[in-house]
Structure formats: structure tokens, C-alpha cells
């Protein structure tokens, strides 16, 4: 909402502008007054909405043209005032003050229009008859009011009026012709009413009302004020209320009527406080709340986010299948503005047989986003309305920025549940096989994707010592002009090779020496395609021989092409790996780790036992 509201009264000499500011500011009539009054400010707390006011008068015969089309412009309201018993000042309304309003606006930032006649006081006759007609003719007029500057008739009511006109226009919501909400209003309701609807079922019930009404109002709804409610639906429209409860039908209808009551305030804080603005958008400020990364850390969903993403997927996952349908994901991203979510999704993350997105590979993707980039992940949890379902300040508390990974490897522990895996490889060495082996999916399954659904990750889910750990890996393009920093980044490497490609080994071996042999980052040789017969590699020396002299683990035995899933045990091997990378180094040194890793099968028991031991240690 607005910081505070100018209002501008402009209007004939003599139409009582000044006496009007005068009367409401000292309640009693001022029988002599100035040409003109300075502006005044009225303090948020003295004003209905509480909002600090400004109140400016104007007088021509003090002020110049330029000045006036100044106030015009910097008016985020204006009255026109005319007096009742005085003609000429009702059709210079039209004749000469709207016109040249318009003239002095911007054309996309409308500002609302008052009518005011005053000296009610003087006459029998309302000049409602004469303004009527003006108020249809222009949609910028909000409303008219007469009143009294002499007997403080409507004052209040009239500033009132400017302010409210300011701070939940009608011009957004409602299409006074048409005698119907907007587009774009029912729009944004629908929205609303599909995030608050927690079961999904298409009605608001007693306990998704209260929460409603509690979450906009700060105040539960008296059970007689809910059936009252209910009622006035219920006598106007057939389908409002079913199931004892509010369909989406009726409650447009309600606001309508709201609208239509001028209690259209209440509708904007609905929409208020589901994020949108006054040109019902959704806000940056709610979409893109402050959140600070610092460097070296990476971004995960903490807790609490997760289980409202659960409960989004529960309530979406009508057949209890634990997967999503086609038909269950566009419902789910109905309240996006655009369908986040492409084929390749079902190409990054696991599904079941029918190629549907499941549960787990529903969170995975969740996952994923947050890592790769927060601010998308908080603009999604915008539009599912996390914030306000799950009762946080805004959609950051949704997430958790981890300890920078410095420290983690100087304190040799991480909190952290998701690691990435930069997978390296030549052109055709097996990469796309050892992203999409993780998803379950051996090669046979791997054939029936098609190319423009292809995605360079996958994500899923390992157990590391019990604990359950999100492993991402990242299929890197394999031109060496292409690699940025960003592809150096990550927990772990694995550098694919194609056991039948004589010189398939080389490019692994030429990336290691660039990039990763003074780093850090543990690094694992994958020695892909090992169903084909192995052929010896066209380098100076074996892959196991270089292993070895660069104190890595022997090259690891994979291949996809099996009959049933491949298998899983290279996956947590990574995650470990990623998880306790000094345990690795330290490891690697020691020649009885050498010789019992190469005999491969014994790796991981091996890697389980040193940390073990570590860990006894450190205790
Ligand atoms: P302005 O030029 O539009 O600012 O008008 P003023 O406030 O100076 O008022 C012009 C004259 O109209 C003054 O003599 C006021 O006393 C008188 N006047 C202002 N408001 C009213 C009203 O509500 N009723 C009556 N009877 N006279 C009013
Ligand atoms: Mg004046």
C-alpha cells in the first residue's frame, strides 16, 4: 500500500476549496478566509486508514497556470469542487477541469477524481440528477459527494472518500458498465481461492474460511457471522455454497457484492495480503523477497518448506498414486502465470512407469530449483502462496543458506543435504547413461527419450550412513572453449570414460591436469559401457596407472545396459565422497586403502569404516 496521499481540490473561484480544508481542520466554519490555505499534512494516526495525508488548496488568483498543472501532476487524488447553487461552476466540470486534468496526467497512472458539491446548505434540490450522467460519462470519477462547508455536512466523509479512492481504487477491481469484476480481478480471486482451498476439493469449508478470514483479517469469523454469510450466497445464487461450503462462484459473487456496497476495501486486502499491487499483479517485493547468499554457500529448502510443499503435493495427487498426472501438474502450477515446469523435468528427476512424476522426484526438482537458482525458487513459492499458507514473514524463510563450504572442510563436517557431481566426458562416453542411471532407467528406457526433452541433470535421492542426501549431477559440455568456472564448482568430479573407445580416456585425462589436479575437489574416474569388451586406451599410461599416480580411486566399472534398474552403489560411493572429501585424501595416501579399493567391490565397505573410525575419533 501507499506511504501517504496528496489530495488536490481544484474547482471556480468562490466554490468553497479553502473554507472546506478550513472546516475539516478546525471543525467549525471559518466566516473569513484566505484566497488560499498552505498545504497541510494530517498524521497517519488521526486518519481512517492511517496513512499521512496531504491537503492541498488551490486559488487562481494566487497561482499560476504552470504551478496548478504542477499540483495536478503530484496529486494522487483530486477533488473537483463545485458549489450546488451555482451553474456555470457544475459545467466547468466538465468544460474545463476534467479536460485539462487529463491533459496534465500521465496516462498510465490514472488518478482517481472526486466530485464535490458544496453549499449544500443553500438548496432543496440534491444536484445528483446533473452530476449523474458526468459520473458515467468519465470512469475516472470514483464518486461524488455533496456537501457543507457552513454546517461541517459530509467533510470528513469526503476526505475520506479521497483517501480510500487513493488507497483500494474501484477502477482496478470493477467495470461499473458491465456491472461485473474485471478480468484481471477474477483472475487474481480465482488464484486466491485455489491456494486457500487446502484440500483441493473446490469448496472453502468452515476451517479453510476461518483460516482465510484469519490470515487477511487477523480475526476468526463468529460461527453466526460464517452462516450469515453463507446465507446471503445461498439467496442469490444456486451454486454458491455446496457441501455447507463456498464454491469458487460464490465466492466471486461475494466480492462483487462487496465491490458493489463500496466495501471494496475488503477485497483489497485480500488481494493485499496474497501479494499483489495495485495494478493486481503480484508484488516483487512478495515474489522476490531481500535474501542474502553469502559467497561460498549454497541454498537449500529447510524443513518447513518441505512439508508445505508435501501437503501441495498431497492435495494434488488425487488418486493417491504418489505420482503426478499430466492433468494433476497443470492443476497444481494453475495459480503460476506460466507452466514452470517442461518435459525435461520428467528427464531430471525420478517417474514412475508411466513416465510421471513422483513424489520423490517431485521434491527433487524442488531441490534442484533451489539450488540452481533461489530466486526462481522464490518466486514459485510466491505463487503457491507459501508464505501465507505456512504463516512465515515472507517466502525466504523457506530457505536455508548453508555454512560457507570453507568451513565445512576445515571443521571436516557439513550440515548440508545436497551435493553436486560435475560429470566430465567426451562426446558419446557414457554421460547422458550415468545421469539417467541414477533416475532407475537403464538403457532400453534411456532410448524412448527424445532429444528436445534431454536434460543436463538429474537429481535424486542416496543414503549416506542412514542419512538421506539429495545427489546432483551435472552433465557438463564436453568443448573445452565452453567450460566457465561454474563447471568447476561442485563437491565431487567424475570424469567418464568409454571403456570400447580407445580414445575416449585422454579427454578425462586432459581435464583432470587442467582443471582439477591442484584443487580440492574429489575427483572419481568412471570407466563407462563396462557390458562392452574393453580395449586398451591410446595414453601414455593405463587409466588405473593414472589413478593412481594422481592418488584417485581406481577407475569404477559402470554401465547401464541392464535389464532391470542399473545399479545404485556409484552414487552413494559420490555422495560419500562429496560429503567427507578430506576422509578421501587423507585415505588416498595410505597404501592399504590403495590395495584393497582397487579389488573395487570393497570401496565402499572400506570408505564406511574409515569414517567411522574418524568419526569415533572426533567424539
Ligand atoms: P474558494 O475560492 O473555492 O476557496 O472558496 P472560499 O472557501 O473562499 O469560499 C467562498 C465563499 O463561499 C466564502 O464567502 C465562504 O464563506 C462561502 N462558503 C464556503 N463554503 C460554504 C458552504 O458550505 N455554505 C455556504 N453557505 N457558504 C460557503
Ligand atoms: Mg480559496
Known amino acids: 500500500m501507499r506511504k ?16 472546506l480544508i478550513m472546516s475539516l481542520v478546525s471543525e467549525e466554519f471559518p466566516e473569513v478566509v484566505p484566497y488560499r490555505v498552505e498545504e497541510i499534512t494530517i498524521p497517519a494516526d488521526v486518519t481512517p486508514e492511517r496513512v499521512p495525508t496531504h491537503i492541498v488548496d488551490y486559488s487562481e488568483a494566487e497561482q499560476t497556470d504552470e504551478q496548478l498543472f504542477q499540483e495536478i501532476s503530484k496529486a494522487n487524488v483530486i477533488c473537483i469542487v463545485y458549489a450546488v447553487n451555482n451553474k456555470t461552476s457544475i459545467e466547468k466540470v466538465t468544460s474545463h477541469w476534467i479536460p485539462l486534468i487529463t491533459e496534465n496526467t500521465d496516462k498510465d497512472s490514472r488518478v482517481p477524481l472526486i466530485l464535490v458539491g458544496n453549499k449544500s446548505d443553500l438548496v432543496e434540490h440534491s444536484s445528483m440528477e446533473t452530476i449523474l450522467p458526468i459520473m458515467n460519462q468519465y470512469s475516472d470519477i470514483e464518486t461524488c459527494v455533496e456537501c457543507s462547508a457552513k454546517n461541517l455536512k459530509n467533510i470528513s466523509e469526503l476526505f475520506y472518500y479521497a483517501q480510500k479512492a487513493v488507497l483500494h481504487p474501484t477502477g482496478p477491481l470493477y467495470c461499473p458498465e458491465k456491472k461485473d469484476m474485471k478480468p484481471l480481478c477474477v483472475k487474481a480471486l480465482t488464484r486466491i481461492f485455489k491456494v486457500s482451498d487446502l ?123 504418489c505420482a503426478l498426472s499430466p492433468d494433476e501438474l497443470r492443476d497444481l502450477f494453475d495459480v503460476f502465470p506460466y507452466m514452470p515446469w517442461g518435459p525435461d523435468v520428467n528427464n531430471t528427476v525420478c517417474t514412475n512407469d508411466q513416465g ?35 504463516e512465515q514473514e515472507s517466502q525466504a524463510a523457506g530457505i536455508t543458506a548453508t555454512r560457507a563450504k570453507k568451513i565445512d572442510l576445515q571443521k571436516k563436517q557439513t550440515q548440508r543435504n545436497v551435493f553436486r557431481c560435475n560429470v566430465f566426458g567426451d562426446m558419446s562416453s557414457g554421460k547422458s547413461g550415468f545421469l539417467q542411471a541414477f533416475l532407475g532407467r537403464n538403457l532400453m528406457r534411456q532410448k524412448m527419450i527424445k532429444e528436445e526433452h534431454r536434460s543436463y541433470y538429474a537429481i535424486s535421492t542416496t543414503y549416506v550412513y542412514g542419512q538421506e542426501k539429495y545427489l546432483l549431477l551435472h552433465e557438463v559440455f564436453p568443448d573445452f572453449d565452453y567450460l566457465t568456472d561454474a563447471d568447476m564448482a561442485c563437491d565431487i568430479v567424475c570424469l567418464v570414460y568409454d571403456v570400447s573407445n580407445p580414445y575416449s580416456f585422454e579427454y578425462c ?49 559402470f554401465t547401464c545396459n541392464t535389464a532391470a534398474e542399473p545399479n545404485r552403489e556409484i552414487y552413494t560411493k559420490l555422495t560419500t565422497m562429496a560429503m ?8 588416498l595416501t595410505s597404501s592399504t586403502f590403495w590395495l584393497r579399493a582397487s579389488v573395487g567391490a570393497t570401496v565402499f565397505a572400506v570408505l564406511g569404516f574409515a569414517v567411522y573410525r574418524l568419526l569415533l575419533k572426533t567424539r
Open 4 to 19: 501517504d496521499v496528496r489530495i488536490l481540490l481544484v474547482g471556480e473561484p468562490k466554490v468553497g476549496k479553502t473554507s
Open 199 to 321: 484440500d483441493n476439493d473446490g469448496i472453502l469449508n468452515d476451517n479453510e474460511l476461518n483460516f482465510f478470514q484469519r490470515v487477511c483479517f487477523n480475526s476468526p469469523l463468529e460461527p453466526q457471522a460464517l452462516e450469515d454469510v453463507k446465507n446471503v450466497v445461498r439467496k442469490n445464487l444456486i451454486d454458491g455454497v455446496q457441501h455447507n461450503g463456498l464454491t469458487l462462484k460464490g465466492f466471486l459473487f461475494l466480492h462483487t457484492l462487496f465491490i458493489q456496497r463500496g466495501r471494496h476495501e475488503t477485497t483489497w486486502t485480500v488481494l493485499r495480503r496474497f501479494g499483489y499491487d495495485d495494478d493486481l499483479e503480484l508484488n516483487q517485493d512478495y515474489l522476490f523477497p531481500p535474501l542474502k547468499i553469502p559467497p561460498d554457500c549454497t541454498t537449500e529448502l529447510n524443513h518447513n518448506a518441505y512439508l508445505f510443499l508435501q501437503s501441495v503435493f498431497d492435495k494434488h495427487d488425487k488418486d493417491r498414486d
Open 356 to 390: 510421471w512424476i513422483t513424489y520423490q522426484g517431485y521434491l527433487s526438482q524442488w531441490t534442484l530449483t533451489t539450488y540452481l537458482d533461489v530466486q526462481r525458487c522464490l518466486e514459485y513459492l510466491g505463487y503457491l502462496g507459501y508464505s501465507i499458507i505456512a
Open 509 to 557: 585425462a586432459n581435464v583432470f591436469k587442467q582443471y582439477f589436479m591442484d584443487s580440492k575437489t574429489p575427483c572419481m574416474m568412471i570407466a563407462a559401457k563396462s557390458d562392452l569388451p574393453e580395449v586398451k586406451q591410446m595414453y601414455a599410461c593405463s587409466p588405473l596407472e593414472f589413478c593412481r599416480r594422481h592418488k584417485m580411486p581406481p577407475p569404477q566399472s
Open 580 to 587: 567427507y572429501p578430506h576422509i578421501i585424501q587423507e585415505d
